[in-house]
């Protein structure tokens, strides 16, 4: 069992921006063989891209087919954000955004043929929810129960996810700095993260080789506060 990335095969589902991306870049500088899966993953040095929609079954299993054995999926495919109050709640769009951050992880987790652990992406929202935060919350929690649940029925493969707090990305579109700002000032360490430090968090969750069922969250305090 390797404890290291190097000369190692990982597939991140969502590498092309954002988390994802910063995950790519360190596991390639950790001598990994990267690809990334978006719908439009831009060139990165070093690092393989595939172009699906992940909301479409057919192009996640077509994506394994193409990608073929791998030994760490790494799932960061996610949307923005939505904030729903429960006296507008619009049923159909709750169900949409299951879509791609739980459904399409079934589909993922489904169709690889991965062989040492899958690192998924859940989010404090499930710890902390503000008002209208009931459907993004109930995704992460999702998330979160998946992976323990992953982690007995497919052992001794390890599944693990990460669980951020707010992060510099482009998630929060390009006039995020009072976002940044507002959001820092209220945890105990005065700042929002950045993609990097959370890199660390999935790279230390596939070369761990006892941690399976692990949430880990990395959020700067944002929990405790
Ligand atoms: N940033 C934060 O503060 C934060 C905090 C907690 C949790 N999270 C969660 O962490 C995950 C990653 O966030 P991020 O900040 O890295 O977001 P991001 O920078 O917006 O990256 C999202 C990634 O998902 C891909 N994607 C979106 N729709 C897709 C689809 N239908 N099919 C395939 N790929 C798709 C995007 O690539 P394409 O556009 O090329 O498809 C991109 O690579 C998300 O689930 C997010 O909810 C983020």
């Not at 054995?69 to 507008?88: C, Q, R």
């Amino acid at each position: 069992m390797k404890s290291t990335l190097d000369g190692q095969r990982v597939a991140i589902l969502g590498g092309s921006s954002g988390i994802g991306l910063a995950t790519a870049q360190a596991a390639r500088d950790a001598g990994a063989e990267v690809t990334i899966v978006s719908r439009k993953p831009q060139a990165q040095p070093g690092i393989a891209t595939h172009s699906a929609d992940l909301t479409d079954p057919e192009a996640v299993a077509d994506t394994f087919r193409e990608v073929g054995e791998i030994d760490h999926l790494v799932y960061t495919a996610g949307e923005p954000l939505e904030l729903m109050e429960i006296s507008a709640l619009d049923r159909d769009r709750a169900r949409t955004l299951f879509g791609l951050r739980y459904f399409s992880v079934l589909d993922a987790v489904k169709a690889a043929n991965v062989t040492t652990s899958i690192t998924l992406t859940t989010g404090i929202a499930k710890d902390r929810p503000g008002p209208g935060w009931a459907v993004a919350a109930s995704i992460c929690g999702a998330v979160e129960a998946l992976t323990k649940a992953l982690a007995v029925e497919l052992a001794p493969l390890r599944v693990n996810a990460v669980s951020p707090g707010v992060v510099r990305s482009p998630l929060w579109g390009p006039d995020a700095e009072q976002l940044y700002s507002d959001v820092g000032k209220t945890l105990p360490l005065q700042r929002v993260g950045e993609v990097e430090e959370i890199a660390q968090a999935y790279l230390y969750l596939m070369t761990q080789p006892w941690a399976t069922g692990t949430i880990l969250t990395i959020d700067g305090g944002t929990v405790i506060a």
